[in-house]
């Protein structure tokens, strides 16, 4: 099974709102990631984890705040968020860093008002 | 630094057609490279991936691609479209030594026409 589920589908927030995505895989991954994907783009990496350990942050700004809480689930945490950062969030997961494929899961499509 | 090159932003094609998708790649060492489909507002699904070995890959959906070192490509191919086809295609290089960093090409999107 390569099944990678995040929730919710659809989140619209406001600019003061705290809000978190959810990402959840049953593989046995060690290794999990948040992409961004602008309309029409392709995605680019925000954040990698290595056995719950954060090993890659791509100058994300800190208004998003990612967490690994075990090696199944991977949250990224909202606060004070512009309207630019209106996008398609995916979380993928690997067997672990180096060389493997990403499974990827449907996304959240976040809207910020 | 690692690019990825489409260089078709659209293609159509007729159901029945056969298709040749472009990918050209920038990558110092052994690239370790990928095409993932991407319907309508959808995550991106793996369909077929090249390591090392056989430069022929087969993929899910009756997809493969060819990597050519000399030409630096891994263009991806099907002999009769479907129109369930029609989706946005990436090709990326997985960067190993920047934790497994994927970098995506801008993207095509294939149109499948009755």
């Known amino acids: ?113 | 630094a690692q690019s990825v090159t489409q260089p078709d932003i659209h293609i159509t094609v007729s159901e029945g057609a056969s298709l040749e998708l472009r990918c050209n790649y920038s990558y110092g060492a052994t690239p370790y490279l990928f095409w993932y489909v991407q319907s309508p507002g959808q995550g991106l699904q793996l369909l077929l991936k090249y390591f090392s070995g056989d430069t022929l890959v087969q993929g899910i959906k009756g997809f493969e691609a060819e990597f050519k070192r000399s030409q630096s490509s891994f263009n991806l191919r099907k002999p009769s479209v479907h129109w369930s086809d029609a989706a946005e295609y990436f090709c990326a290089v997985g960067a190993v030594d920047k934790g497994n960093k994927l970098v995506f090409g801008a993207g095509t999107i294939l149109r499948v026409k009755s």
């Open chain 1, 1 to 113: 099974d390569t099944e990678v589920t995040q929730t919710p589908k659809h989140l619209v927030m406001g600019m003061t709102n705290k809000k978190s995505l959810k990402c959840e895989q049953h593989m046995g991954h060690r290794a999990m990631y948040w992409y961004k994907q602008k309309a029409k783009k392709p995605p680019e990496l925000m954040f990698v984890y290595s056995y719950e350990k954060l090993s890659i942050n791509e100058s994300v700004p800190s208004r998003f705040s990612p967490e690994c809480p075990n090696s199944s689930l991977l949250n990224l945490h909202l606060h004070a968020l512009q309207p630019e950062d209106s996008a398609l969030y995916l979380c993928a997961s690997s067997p672990r860093l180096r060389a493997y494929e990403q499974y990827f899961g449907p996304g959240t499509r976040l809207t910020v008002t």
